[in-house]
């Protein structure tokens, strides 16, 4: 049995959402691996994901976004830095699936210019359909959480359904179960060479 199916028959009763396209391959570095002077070195090419240009984001997102619709939410809520990748793919898996989506970007960023705040992932969170609204604090994990409960709280009021995407240690690490699911394929993949 492959170790990836082996894995999914513990994974198999959460909720998941496929977003990735998986598996993603691996391929050999022979000019790194001549320079180094070792053993062959192989890259798993998880930029070839295939989802909003994500990445890993992509696994990484599966299991919340499984948890998200399970729960029955209509609206994702994110919390994260202005110009984050993975807010950015959280706001298009939203999009896929028909929810709405607000981003509390943190500005861990000091003394940056108008252009940071509006270009890039940013503009590509809007065109996703995302809100957006900006928490002051820098890396101040507990005060953003605490700051998008509030704002999940104004949705509830308004008769959405919001699931919330947080900092805390106290969240539950779904996003580590995209990665297990990496793992085990990569071990097939080896296995195979």
Do not use: W
Not at 58 to 82: K, N
Not at 86 to 105: D, E, I, N, S, V
């Amino acid at each position: 049995m492959s170790k990836l199916n082996e894995l999914e028959t513990h994974l198999s009763p959460l909720p998941r959402m496929a977003l990735a396209a998986a598996p993603t391959p691996i391929e050999a570095m022979p000019r790194l691996t001549k320079a180094v002077g070792g053993p062959a070195l192989l890259v798993k090419r998880d930029d070839m994901t295939g989802f909003a240009t994500g990445g890993n984001k992509a696994r990484q997102l599966e299991y919340s976004m499984g948890a998200a619709i399970a729960a029955g939410a209509d609206m994702l809520l994110v919390t994260g830095a202005v110009q984050s990748n993975y807010m950015r793919t959280a706001a298009a898996a939203a999009a896929k699936l028909g929810m709405a989506c607000h981003l509390q970007f943190e500005n861990r960023v000091p003394d940056m210019d108008s252009g940071y705040h509006s270009n890039g992932n940013v503009l590509l969170d809007r065109l996703y359909g995302a809100t957006t609204s900006t928490f002051p604090v820098g890396e101040d994990e507990a005060a953003a959480d605490a700051s998008i409960a509030v704002i999940a709280e104004e949705h509830r009021d308004k008769g959405r359904k919001p699931y919330l995407l947080t900092l805390s240690a106290d969240t539950k690490p779904l996003g580590a179960l995209g990665y297990m699911r990496c793992a085990a394929e990569l071990l097939d993949q080896i296995c195979r060479r």
